[in-house]
């Protein structure tokens, strides 16, 4: 099955009051582990790429070409969107140029006249080619990629303003951050997001820093209109923690353990578990 737009998958999503997890990848294995635990439980996807983690595997190009070839080796059939995550204005058109299915501009740092302008003419570029388009409005807070946040809570006529450009779907600051959430992090404002579906009425809403946010608010955000969940923080943990099992118990000295290919096996496998656990909570299984 060839990439898709997230469009369809995402008003499904609405319709249906779950959400789709957006998963960031850094490398093949996590695109694999992601790609196979998608397709067992039968969940639609989104794969996640920022600029730096396209800059790792060598360009947006080799990005594509990867992924584009896995679902075919792998036999995929459930809808998967390859979504630039946090893009600039050139990054987008790279990643358009590249074959990606969607992209998101986050002109979150510009005035709202710049924001507005950039992404009405982005909105004009992915509708002619079939793609979605992901805006922000509000910064999410902490640190991905070099991408500084400070968590502002987004201004919901702001809101308005970029979903009436037909943008695919908006992401809203609404107190989340990237990264682990500090342990006096106030929560999440359901007053903002509440006041923001009010103003964008159907439009698909995107929730940014999946990481540690408690199910319930999960949930409740879920019913309050987000149909797209990202998450990144996590799967690096569970991968990192598995990988220093296996090497701190001595596994990597066994046998031939250092081989590549059983030393990044543990870590594999706990991405798998984390992306199940994600999917059964954002309720994306069986829905493909």
Known sequence: MALVSAK???????????????FNINNLEWTKSIL??????????????????????TGFKTVAA??????????????????????????????IKAGFSSVMFDGSHFPIEENLAKTRELVGVCNGLGLSLEAEVGAI???????????????????????DLGVTML???????????PAN??????ETLSAVKKKVGD????????TGIPTDMIKKAISLGVAKINVNTECQLSFQEATRKY?????????KGFDPRKLLAPGCQAIKDTVKEKMEIFGSIGKA
């Open 141 to 163: 807070g902490g640190e991905e990629d070099g991408v500084v946040g400070k968590g502002e809570c987004a201004d919901p006529d702001e809101c308005k303003q970029i979903a």
């Open 66 to 95: 990867m992924v584009s070839a896995m679902i075919d080796e792998l036999k995929i059939t459930v809808p998967v969107a390859l979504h630039l995550d946090h893009g600039t204005y050139e990054g987008c058109y790279k990643c």
């Open 203 to 210: 439009m698909p809403l995107v929730l940014h820093g999946g």
């Open 247 to 255: 090497i701190e118990d001595g596994k990597d000295l066994a046998g």
């Open 36 to 57: 196979q635990t998608a397709q067992e439980l039968q969940s639609p996807v989104i794969l996640g790429v920022s600029e730096g983690a396209g800059k790792y595997m």
């Open 8 to 22: 369809e998958m995402l008003e499904k999503a609405r319709d249906g009051k779950y959400a789709v997890g957006q």
């Open 185 to 190: 992090w106030e929560g999440l404002s359901f």
């Open 171 to 181: 992401a809203a600051g609404i107190g989340n951050i990237h990264g682990k959430y």
